[in-house]
């Protein structure tokens, strides 16, 4: 789609879905993206108690359930007749997520995840679902369309929550910082 928002996969190189073992390391990386996110969502879920962030703890702990889920599904459909890697998918998520464990706001927390996290998600479920060869891969093609619909939900929840929580000025000012919290997340560590 011409118009469509969603950016690169960033961290995420899905590549091309030809073979079983491509296969076995496209979803053994999805698995493990969802159970970070369903950690990282959980924790954050915990953080800022009080009146004034219960929405957000409120909607983190659900988005944390529903990466949880994911996850689930995800790995029942891990090809059972080929290894499949067991850490982190190709790229820096495992650097991203950790980096972002260390986000003390509760709006620079949203609003990372509501303009990075899932549109990055939702890239890398698309970028495979267009690898799919429509004949072999129907059942996975038509999970991946359920996992992006979720996704898609909850991104649009999560945005809401962000103007909603934020407001005005404050919400330019949240977008910045987490647009900054972001490139500084995703721009190569330098050794030192």
Request: net charge negative; charged share 15%; aromatic share 6%.
């Amino acid at each position: 789609m011409a118009n469509d928002p969603t950016p690169s996969p960033g961290p995420a190189n899905t590549g091309p879905a030809n073979t079983l073992p491509d296969t076995a390391v496209l979803v053994a990386g999805h698995v493990w993206v969802e159970r970070a996110l369903f950690e990282l969502t959980g924790r954050w879920s915990a953080l800022d108690a009080g009146a004034e962030h219960a929405a957000t703890q409120v909607f983190f702990a659900s988005q944390s359930a529903f990466h949880g889920w994911r996850a689930e599904e995800w790995s029942r459909r891990l090809p059972r007749s080929v290894a499949a890697p067991d850490g982190p998918p190709e790229g820096s998520w495992s650097d991203v997520l950790l980096r972002l464990a260390a986000l003390e706001d509760a709006a620079e927390r949203l609003a990372v995840w509501a303009m990075a996290l899932q549109p990055m998600l939702l890239a890398r479920y698309r970028q495979h679902r267009g690898a799919l060869a429509p004949a072999a891969d129907g059942g996975l093609r038509r999970w991946l369309g359920l996992a992006i619909a979720d996704v898609t939900d909850g991104w649009a929840e999560g945005s809401a929550l962000l103007v909603a929580s934020v407001g005005g000025q404050s919400a330019v000012q949240a977008t910045r910082t987490g647009a900054t919290a972001l490139a500084d997340l995703l721009s190569p560590t330098t050794p030192g």
